[in-house]
């Protein structure tokens, strides 16, 4: 009887019961998973810096697609797909 009782707190009452336990690993492996995006994404901004740092038509480009900048004589057209 004691054991079952035992058993039960364990289960249910504790602050480590079972289900805060699963509750936690699932939060601790979403945490991982967001360290490991952002670890990628820093990764691929820092290539992205040393491109545009090496290559002088990279810097265009990206100056082009992201802030729409011309040359004086040009016109940009900025066109949207539907999403």
Do not use: C, H
Request: hydrophobic share 40%; charged share 35%; aromatic share 14%.
């Amino acid at each position: 009887m004691a054991f079952g009782g035992f058993v039960v707190w364990m289960l249910f009452f504790d602050e480590k019961d079972v289900f805060t336990q699963q509750k936690r690993a699932s939060e601790l492996q979403k945490l991982e998973d967001k360290i490991e995006y952002y670890q990628d994404q820093i990764t691929e901004t820092r290539n992205n810096i040393d491109l545009l740092d090496k290559d002088p038509m990279m810097l265009e480009k990206f100056a082009r697609e992201k802030y729409f900048m011309k040359r004086p004589n040009e016109d940009v057209f900025i066109i949207e797909s539907p999403k």
